[in-house]
């Protein structure tokens, strides 16, 4: 008779994915190791910021009360920046507040407090602690090494973020392509808490989130961002890796271009650098995800290529968050049944592909190929700032109404009016 394992399940990586899955699996009584690489969950952890919570308050219902949020996002402003001008479009709703389904958050601070959650359900929690390879027995997986020690159980959780060396290594996954990868540039810049409220327009715990596109990423492929925390603003590009390499460009280059932008010197103007990093973002899509579920093993999170970027939003935690709850009812079925192969796990593939995640990866399955379109990132913010320019630039030459104004405008970029059409259907079929 084979050993009996040293656990029931295995999470390697404290990420959102990790962390909740080990949660919710030691809240139904199995006994979970969640292995992370940092010095503490969190340390090495990387994100934007946004994370559209609705998903997260369903695991925790007093998420927003007693996790470390930062601010309750009810503004997101959409913002085509040219070299000397931008163009946005500004949304505030109370709605959004009221609702609480976006919230700004740092993930040093609601990471560790995720893993807090984890402990206090019974799983142990192992920092420090980077995992080396998958066991295999076959073709199963049976559990993992780190350094000389192996450890043992009826289910691997590969919980390990974009790049997933764990499942790439062990040769179940293939290396993403670099049309199918993003590089993610953040800093983070420390300002008083009354200068963010002043000059954002802010108050109590609300924020505002912009996403900017357009001159930031110097022709580029991809685009900006500045979230609002409590005393800190997240400011951050996330761009095409192929193209990057492409137009020969280097990413700290084009960041500080971004930062001297006349919007963005303004937002961030006074704020010391207390934090910069870099870190690849999924950009692929539903064709990214491939197979996620193995013998004894499955994919949440980042490693199972989730994430989604429509230029509107960059979603990840939700889609991990999500992925989780998938995942640790198809293995605590599993487990119950005695059948952790790829068919005894299958049911997490199945609950997957009918959530919220499945549902939008497909609904937004031609995003990224829409957001390859060059024209989004000069012609059409430069395009619309002309029209504008034409409008409330008053000199003494007589004005003409705004239709011929714009088709004149449109004349003179060399866009022909047929290409706006196509580009604008394709921009609604895609988001
Ligand atoms: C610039 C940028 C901006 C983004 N903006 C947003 C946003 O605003 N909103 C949003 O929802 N998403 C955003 N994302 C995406 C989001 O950050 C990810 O989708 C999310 O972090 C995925 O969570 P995860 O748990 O799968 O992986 P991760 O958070 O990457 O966690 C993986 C964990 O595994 C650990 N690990 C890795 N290898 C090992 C190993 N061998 N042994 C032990 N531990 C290991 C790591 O240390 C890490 O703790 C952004 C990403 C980037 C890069």
């Given at each position: 008779?084979?050993?009996?394992?040293?656990?029931?399940?295995?999470v390697?990586?404290?990420?959102v994915?990790?962390?909740v899955?080990?949660y919710?699996?030691?809240?139904?009584?199995?006994?979970?190791?969640?292995?992370e690489?940092?010095?503490a969950?969190?340390?090495?952890?990387?994100?934007g910021?946004?994370?559209y919570c609705?998903?997260?308050?369903?695991?925790?219902?007093?998420?927003?009360d007693?996790?470390?949020v930062?601010?309750?996002?009810?503004?997101?402003e959409?913002?085509?920046?040219?070299a000397?001008?931008?163009?946005?479009i500004?949304?505030?709703?109370?709605?959004?507040?009221?609702?609480?389904t976006a919230?700004?958050?740092?993930?040093?601070?609601?990471?560790?407090?995720?893993?807090?959650q984890?402990?206090a359900?019974?799983?142990?929690?192992?920092?420090?602690?980077k995992?080396?390879?998958?066991?295999?027995?076959?073709?199963?997986?049976?559990?993992?090494?780190?350094g000389?020690d192996?450890?043992?159980?009826?289910?691997?959780?590969a919980?390990d973020?974009?790049?997933s060396f764990?499942?790439?290594?062990?040769g179940l996954r293939?290396?993403p392509?670099?049309?199918?990868q993003?590089?993610?540039v953040?800093?983070?810049?420390?300002l008083d808490?009354?200068?963010?409220?002043d000059?954002f327009g802010?108050?109590?715990?609300?924020?505002?989130?912009?996403?900017?596109?357009?001159?930031?990423?110097q022709?580029?492929?991809g685009?900006?961002?500045?979230?609002?925390?409590?005393?800190?603003?997240?400011v951050?590009?996330?761009?095409?890796?192929?193209?990057?390499v492409?137009?020969?460009k280097?990413?700290t280059?084009?960041?500080?271009h971004?930062?001297e932008?006349?919007l963005?010197?303004?937002?961030?103007?006074?704020?010391?650098?207390?934090e910069?990093?870099?870190?690849l973002?999924?950009?692929?899509g539903?064709?990214m995800m491939?197979q996620?579920?193995?013998?004894?093993?499955?994919?949440?999170?980042?490693?199972?290529?989730?994430t989604l970027?429509?230029?509107?939003?960059?979603?990840?935690?939700?889609?991990a968050t999500?992925?989780?709850?998938?995942?640790?009812?198809g293995?605590?079925?599993?487990?119950?049944?005695?059948?952790?192969?790829?068919?005894?796990?299958?049911?997490y593939?199945r609950?997957?592909?009918a959530s919220?995640?499945?549902?939008?990866?497909?609904?937004?399955?031609?995003a990224?190929?829409?957001l390859e379109?060059?024209?989004?990132?000069?012609?059409?913010?430069?395009?619309?700032?002309d029209?504008?320019?034409?409008?409330?630039?008053?000199?003494?030459?007589?004005?003409k109404?705004?239709?011929?104004t714009?088709?004149?405008?449109l004349?003179q970029?060399g866009?022909?009016?047929?290409?706006?059409?196509?580009?604008?259907?394709?921009?609604?079929?895609a988001?």
């Amino acid at each position: 008779m084979a050993d009996e394992p040293d656990f029931d399940v295995i999470v390697i990586g404290a990420g959102v994915a990790g962390t909740v899955t080990a949660y919710l699996l030691a809240q139904q009584g199995l006994s979970v190791v969640l292995i992370e690489r940092g010095e503490a969950p969190g340390s090495k952890n990387f994100s934007g910021g946004i994370m559209y919570c609705t998903a997260m308050k369903s695991v925790f219902p007093n998420f927003l009360d007693e996790a470390p949020v930062e601010r309750l996002i009810d503004r997101n402003e959409i913002v085509f920046l040219n070299a000397d001008s931008w163009v946005g479009i500004d949304y505030g709703d109370r709605r959004l507040a009221k609702a609480g389904t976006a919230v700004t958050v740092l993930r040093a601070h609601v990471d560790a407090w995720l893993a807090e959650q984890a402990e206090a359900a019974g799983a142990m929690v192992m920092p420090g602690v980077k995992v080396d390879a998958l066991l295999k027995e076959g073709s199963r997986i049976v559990g993992v090494k780190a350094g000389e020690d192996e450890l043992r159980a009826r289910v691997v959780v590969a919980a390990d973020g974009v790049n997933s060396f764990i499942a790439r290594d062990a040769g179940l996954r293939p290396k993403p392509a670099t049309d199918q990868q993003a590089l993610g540039v953040k800093a983070l810049f420390k300002l008083d808490r009354a200068v963010i409220e002043d000059r954002f327009g802010l108050d109590g715990n609300r924020g505002v989130a912009y996403s900017l596109v357009g001159d930031c990423s110097q022709g580029v492929g991809g685009g900006g961002f500045v979230y609002t925390n409590k005393e800190t603003l997240s400011v951050g590009l996330v761009l095409r890796l192929d193209d990057l390499v492409k137009k020969g460009k280097r990413s700290t280059d084009v960041f500080d271009h971004f930062l001297e932008h006349p919007l963005v010197d303004a937002m961030v103007r006074g704020g010391e650098l207390i934090e910069y990093g870099s870190h690849l973002v999924n950009e692929g899509g539903e064709k990214m995800m491939g197979q996620i579920v193995f013998d004894g093993l499955v994919l949440v999170g980042d490693a199972s290529g989730l994430t989604l970027n429509t230029g509107l939003t960059v979603r990840g935690m939700d889609l991990a968050t999500g992925a989780a709850i998938a995942a640790a009812k198809g293995i605590a079925e599993a487990i119950a049944k005695g059948d952790t192969s790829a068919t005894g796990l299958a049911a997490y593939k199945r609950e997957l592909d009918a959530s919220f995640v499945g549902q939008d990866m497909h609904t937004y399955a031609k995003a990224p190929h829409f957001l390859e379109n060059e024209r989004m990132y000069g012609q059409y913010g430069q395009l619309m700032a002309d029209v504008l320019h034409e409008v409330f630039c008053l000199d003494t030459t007589p004005r003409k109404h705004l239709l011929p104004t714009a088709r004149g405008v449109l004349k003179q970029s060399g866009i022909k009016l047929t290409r706006l059409g196509k580009d604008g259907m394709e921009g609604v079929r895609a988001l």
